[in-house]
DNA sequence: TAGGTTTGCTTCGAACTCGAAGCAAGGTGA
DNA sequence: TCACCTTGCTTCGAGTTCGAAGCAAACCTA
């Protein structure tokens, strides 16, 4: 247990490994609730919810993958599974023949409604249970320039795309 | 984009939102720091980081998974790729003829050392970067009892096993 | 407007993940 | 001590994920 030649803040150090547990835990948890209220994983209820809050329900696959940090191959494989259970609709964007537009149906939107609340509750036992609103709005205050970072300058490869105007 | 029946507090859903986003955003460049660095995922890196810490290097199996927030067939499958590498070792768990303890190597250690310098880099880089010492506290001091309750109250089933004495 | 480059998505193959089932050792109670 | 339940890990099969390669449309630039 020598110490390495390196000495890492253990200030730093603590919250880096906090925030990657508690995302770990919940999003564990979250998974087992889609599972069971709505035989979804996290990635599909992910981009049925991207889907839902996007304008006219509908986005580019690309901007899609870079939203739910995904490649797009696997992007792919989801949005066939869930257009096969007519969840989402693809389409050729109008603009753009390369593009493919996928869309929420409504049937995906009901489905999203029927998983919000427990969805919600699992949120708010795990985490907000142990956050004030204060607290909730301090730890969005903390996370949301980090955020926002990270996007901008991406790591290696795996460059978010250019924004759509 | 009617609202649906349930009204969802906006502060939490900002913080929620938040937090899954950074850290798959962090999670990701993380995963390519290590695939440069040290041919790691970060499972592997999880796994590695975690034996290097315990005392004597060395841990049962499941008390490994639930640390990690791991399946135990999932960590079955990576000791089995770290060990026929050389970064660790198995044995029957002396005490107990049926549990398997895992076991760092020097080699082990080595290849963490070897990458925490551009590991460290990453994450100052992208989280830090945007947070102050105060900020790194402040984060910690939030996700900490959110952490401790996620671990105590498991979501249904995949509960974290007893604690070790 | 032809050639080459870039962009957007899909296909493909290999690796990874999980839960269920399997198997062996550890309890436990009559 | 013998059945029976529990515990700890591994094996197995199915589903998921990724990057690389493939392909077509779009965008240069001369």
Redesign the interface.
Known sequence: ?TE???A?DP??L???F????????????IE??LQ?DGDLTFVRFQILRRLQ?S?AGRQRMTDLADA??FSRSGLTYQAGLLEKVGLVVRNPSPDDERGVTIAITDAGRALV?AV??GH?A??????????S?D??????A??????D???E??????RPRRARS
Chains 1, 2 share one sequence.
């Open positions: 247990m390495p030649t390196h890492v200030v730093r603590r919250a880096y906090a925030l990657i547990e508690v995302s770990g835990l919940l999003r564990h948890a087992q609730q069971a809050l304008p739910i940090v409604d919000m609340p919600e699992v949120v708010d036992r795990l985490l907000f249970s142990q956050l609103q607290d909730a709005r301090t730890l969005t903390l996370l949301t320039p980090v955020r970072h990270m996007r300058a991406p790591p290696r490869s795996a």
